[in-house]
Nanobody, 116 residues
Framework: QVQLVESGGGLVQAGGSLRLSCVVSRSIFSISMGWYRQAPGKQRELVAT???????FYADSVKGRFTFSRDNAKNTVYLQMNSLKPEDTAVYYC???????????WGQGTRVTVSS
């Protein structure tokens, strides 16, 4: 069983920054990774995906503000979030290994709250 553990969420003022981390219990060298988020009362939405090699995809709502990176040696991915807005408030989930338009493995989520 693959486990993912997110961390780094918290409360921040609008315009601030946070960095989320996701540690995976197996090698991520050859698998795709992604970040999703779910705001209160809304469906889970894609934030960014990163294949094992190739270009990273960002949702339009976060493009230019969020940066997705990975450290394969540490089996860890990161989501650097800058210029945060109240509408970024959500629980952020890390996913591993793309499968049928989603991800096979998920973390438990980390909450991000952006105050205005």
């Amino acid at each position: 069983q693959v486990q993912l553990v997110e961390s780094g969420g918290g409360l921040v003022q609008a315009g601030g920054s946070l960095r989320l981390s996701c540690v995976v219990s197996r090698s991520i060298f050859s698998i795709s990774m992604g970040w999703y988020r779910q705001a209160p009362g809304k469906q889970r939405e894609l934030v960014a995906t990163m294949p094992s090699s190739g270009s990273t995809f960002y949702a339009d709502s976060v493009k230019g503000r969020f940066t997705f990176s990975r450290d394969n040696a540490k089996n860890t991915v990161y989501l650097q979030m800058n210029s945060l807005k109240p509408e970024d408030t959500a629980v952020y989930y890390c996913g591993a290994e793309a499968s049928y338009g989603s991800f096979r493995y998920w973390g438990q989520g980390t909450r991000v709250t952006v105050s205005s």
